[in-house]
């Protein structure tokens, strides 16, 4: 068997590649290697997958555990892990294993796709998709013709191949999208913040910031210094530039915030006002900063400074992260299911003074105990849905034991009432929280965990939340 030696995509022509993994990264890879004359074969658990992967022109295996013989390189959706057997096996077998970004880092750099484009890379525990989605608009404002893609929603593969005359692409990569790209090196990359996450996946927490330290290898490297993680990775040695990001008063080499705007003291001579905190359409703390790591990211990419604030001004908040969804008998009922994880449902939690937490489902190793002790005094309820619920309950009783606490269960629990779905759960949810919640309070979906336990996606378990709110108001509101 002959295995692929070079990353020169061009190679791939006539050669066996099999894809691992379907969904739309899956169905991404194979559009792209079909259109590089590869002999695709892929590989997915879901039958109707399979039958998708197999209309655009691969050769399809249900489930399989071994790459079929005369495989030369195998293309992996993000979410597989390393230990996979089937990649276990690749590599066993000499075969290259790279992931999908992996990929189009190659294709760019091979020019198959239009000219090559400049890389601005957003990674980070919370925050990626505001501050890619900002870092889009601030380029466009700059008449820079940018693609959002990545974990955003569009695989860079396909951003690709849409727009094939884009000159700078806006990217967001999880860590497990990291871990599969080891060639990148963006002109610029950003590390937000680093906390507990995914460490069912990496199998620690050294091994998932590595992952996420990937995208500092380019010209500049961007870093949260108010992020005690992020910034420590200032002193990690590499051969470009370090820029800082900050919400009080930056020091030279940084951005940061003085007097209600945004100053630049890492891309001028000078300090230089790039816009003001009122710009930024997304709320607080957290919006600021995702505000300066976007803005960073730009004027490496030397956008004009004026093209900051018009770029800003010009962002939408998006969907399931801390929209206002009802309001019922002076009661606000928040939905932020983008909070899947600690880091993020503090930061969503402590922007309210009081707080009815609706919250659970797969933790995926983290820890709540740090979490609970930070917002104790914020909360006057808490009502637990998940598989993991069990774990947030117990940090619940060690470090606020006063607060009263409601468990939802789907059958698993006898001594609970029983609701049959993930819907189900979700309305028994919201109405034991309106129980808990009093007028001038908030009811607060901020999962801190995954959703997929019970939930086709955080979408789809904001969606839920919101429906039962909405609900509950117009129930509310009949009763008056």
Not at 39 to 65: F, I, K, R, Y
Not at 205 to 219: C, D, E, F, N, P
Not at 327 to 354: C, E, Q, W
Not at 382 to 411: K, S
Request: aromatic share 4%.
């Amino acid at each position: 068997m002959t295995v692929l030696a070079s990353p020169d995509v061009r190679a791939l022509r006539g050669r066996s590649v099999l894809v691992a993994g379907g969904r739309v990264t899956g169905l991404a890879i194979v559009r792209a290697l079909r259109r590089l004359g590869a002999e695709v074969t892929a590989t997915d658990s879901n039958p109707d997958m399979l039958t998708q992967l197999a209309e655009l022109g691969a050769s399809t295996h249900l489930d399989l555990q071994v790459p079929p013989e005369g495989t030369e390189l195998v293309v992996t959706v993000p979410g597989f892990r390393p230990d996979a057997p089937l990649l276990t096996a690749a590599a066993q077998s000499g075969i290259p294993v790279w992931g999908d970004v992996e990929l189009a880092w190659w294709c760019d750099a091979a020019e198959v796709f239009g000219p090559r484009r400049e890389w601005l890379v957003v990674t980070g525990t919370n925050g990626k998709t505001t501050t890619t989605t900002m870092l889009d608009a601030i380029l466009r404002a700059d008449g820079r013709a940018s693609i959002a893609c990545g974990n955003i929603g569009l695989p860079v593969l396909d951003g690709l191949v849409a727009e094939p005359t884009a000159t700078h692409l806006a990217v967001e990569l999880s860590s497990f999208q990291l871990h599969w790209a080891p060639s990148v090196r963006p002109a610029a990359g950003c590390v937000l913040n680093i906390a507990e996450d995914h460490l069912d996946w990496h199998g620690s927490m050294l091994a998932y910031t590595a992952a996420k330290a990937r995208v500092l290898s380019g010209g500049v490297a961007v870093l949260g210094m108010d992020d005690p993680a992020a910034a420590a990775l200032a002193a990690r040695p590499r051969t470009g530039r370090t820029v800082g990001f900050r919400l009080g008063e930056p020091a030279e080499g940084e951005l940061g915030i003085v007097g209600g705007a945004l100053v630049d003291r890492a891309f001028a001579a000078e300090p230089t006002v790039l816009a003001g905190v009122a710009d930024i359409t997304v709320p607080g703390p957290p919006g600021q900063l995702d505000a300066l790591a976007a803005a960073a990211l730009a004027r490496a990419a030397g956008v004009a400074a004026a093209s900051v604030a018009r770029g800003l001004r010009s962002v939408e908040q998006g969907a399931h992260r801390s929209v206002l969804v009802a309001r019922a008998a002076g009661v606000d009922y928040i939905d932020d299911s983008k909070a899947t994880n600690p880091h993020a449902a503090l930061a969503s939690i402590t922007a309210h003074a009081r707080v009815v937490w609706v919250a659970g489902g797969l933790l995926k190793g983290a820890s709540v105990d740090e979490l609970v002790r930070a917002v104790a005094n914020r909360l006057v309820g808490v009502v637990l849905i998940g598989r993991d619920r069990a774990a947030i309950a117990a940090a619940l009783r060690r470090h606020a034991p006063e607060i009263p606490v409601v468990e939802v269960v789907t059958g698993d629990d006898e001594s609970m009432t029983e609701v049959s779905s993930a819907d189900a759960a979700m309305a028994a949810a919201v109405d034991a929280a309106a129980r808990l919640a009093h007028q001038g309070d908030v009811v607060l979906l901020a999962p801190a965990a995954a959703s997929m336990d019970m939930f086709t996606d955080y979408a789809h378990r904001g969606r839920s939340f919101a429906t039962a709110a909405q609900a509950q108001a117009s129930v509310r509101e009949v009763g008056q």
